[in-house]
């Protein structure tokens, strides 16, 4: 792996809403990525459909951005609160994203944002870190759950504790980032155990 190449993050907004509220607190994380030298690819999701997983279907955006997972080190997962949950977009999205591709995702950083107008943050962030803790990924933290408040982008911008939490969560990706350059020039990285699966009966 050549060591100066430039990390990256790939921020994935899963609102129908390309400049909406979701979109407003990823930048606001991309914002602290790009102030410490990270790339910060935000990428939206759009209209199309989007298959689940096992689902017969013609080429979509889960097929597009799983092709580029590989060059990335980070991802962070940002969805509008749907009914207290993470939306049905970002559900078929993540179901397609991680079935059967582990080990494009192992011992990378994972993160979930969410965007509300009330309430349903925090169990749509939480819903979201069940997609990274079975693929060995490393979840970063902030200073507060990972939500901010609004129904549009400006209601965000006077969420300045939801904005703090964004640019907090950035900085901790972007530590987790450098150390794991540095394990990578000192040949450290997490040892991966074999795959072990039973049903629970046998
Ligand atoms: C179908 C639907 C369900 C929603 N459910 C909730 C909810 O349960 N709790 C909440 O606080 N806001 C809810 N909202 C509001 C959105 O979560 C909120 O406006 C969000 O910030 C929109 O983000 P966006 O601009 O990125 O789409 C809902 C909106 C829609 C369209």
Not at 34 to 39: A, S
Not at 89 to 118: D, Q, W
């Amino acid at each position: 792996m050549a060591e100066n190449r430039v990390m990256k993050v790939m921020l994935i907004n899963s609102s129908i809403r390309e400049h909406g509220c979701t979109d407003r607190a990823l930048r606001e994380v991309a914002s602290v990525l790009e102030k410490d030298g990270f790339q910060a690819d935000i990428v939206w999701l759009g209209k199309g459909p989007i298959a689940d997983s096992l689902q017969p279907h013609e080429k979509d955006i889960a097929d597009e951005l799983l092709a580029k997972a590989g060059e990335y080190d980070g991802f962070v997962f940002g969805t509008p609160v749907y009914f207290g949950n993470l939306n049905g977009r970002l559900t078929s999205f993540l179901n397609r994203f991680f079935y059967g591709h582990a080990n494009l995702f192992k011992g990378k950083i994972g993160a979930a944002v969410a965007s509300c107008r009330r309430t349903g943050g925090i169990t749509s962030v939480d819903e979201i870190y069940h997609w990274m803790g079975l693929n060995c990924m490393i979840i970063p933290t902030s200073c507060y759950w990972n939500e901010v408040h609004g129904n549009t982008p400006s209601e965000v911008e006077q969420d300045l504790e939801g904005l703090n939490t964004m640019r907090q969560l950035g900085a901790m990706i972007s530590y987790l980032l450098k150390l794991k350059k540095l394990g990578e020039e000192n040949g450290i990285a997490p040892e991966m155990m074999p795959v072990v699966r039973t049903n629970f009966i046998r």
